[in-house]
Structures are given as C-alpha cells and as structure tokens.
C-alpha cells in the first residue's frame, strides 16, 4: 500500500512557475514508477509526465515538454513536478500516482495509487 500527498499548489500568473511536490508513505517508494495527471474543469484527466523508478527515464506530455520537468528523491521518498512558463490552459488539478509496473506509462488505468490532488490556477 502506497499514500500519496501533493502539495505546492496555487494561483500564479501566465510565465511564472510552481514546484508540485508528492510525498509518498511506504518503503518501496523507489520500486515505484511515479506519473504526474491533471483534470481540467469539464475535461477528462490527461498524462503530464512520468519518471521511472530509478529516476534515470522520464517522459512529458507534448503540451508540457520543455516546460515541465519530473525528478525523484528516493530517499526523501517524493516525486516533483517543477512548472515553468505557466499557461491558463495548465489549469487544473494535478494528481501524482504510483504503479508497479517497469515501463514508463501514460495511461491513468496502469497506475495504482492515487493522491487526492492539488489545485493549480493560472490567470492571465
């Protein structure tokens, strides 16, 4: 069993930046692959980025690549998500999520656990 927590959200303006943070409870943090999602309002939740257990693979989302980066602390056992040029359109709330599998996934049905969510909201 893994308990997933974000925090770090918030209201920023249009090219400014947040740092997401998910702490997970658990010793077998660093056999996880983690996944970043998000859930617009009226929107079905979308794939942001993931990392793979090690930390070594990530892959993003083509509406985030090169603003958004995912990184690891395994020892701290919490996954981030570093935000950069924050557009309107990246507003909504962001989930972490853990799964057990080897393989990068983009897929919310491959993940395992879920944290309850933070809320990012950029005005414009």
């Known amino acids: 069993q893994v308990r997933l927590v974000e925090s770090g959200g918030g209201l920023v303006q249009a090219g400014g930046s947040l740092r997401l943070s998910c702490a997970a409870s658990?010793?077998?943090?660093?056999?996880?692959?983690m996944g970043w999602f998000r859930q617009a309002p009226g929107k079905e939740r979308e794939f942001v980025a993931t990392i793979s257990a090690s930390g070594g693979s990530t892959y993003y989302a083509d509406s985030v690549k090169g603003r958004f980066t995912v990184a690891r602390d395994n020892a701290k056992n919490t996954v981030y998500l570093q935000m950069n040029s924050l557009k309107p359109e990246d507003t909504a709330v962001y989930y972490c999520?853990?799964?057990?599998?080897?393989?990068?996934?983009?897929?919310?049905?491959?993940?395992?656990?879920w944290g309850q969510g933070t809320q990012v909201t950029v005005s414009s």
């Open positions: 658990g010793r077998t943090f660093s056999s996880y692959i």
């Open positions: 999520a853990a799964g057990s599998r080897r393989a990068l996934a983009t897929l919310s049905a491959l993940y395992d656990y």
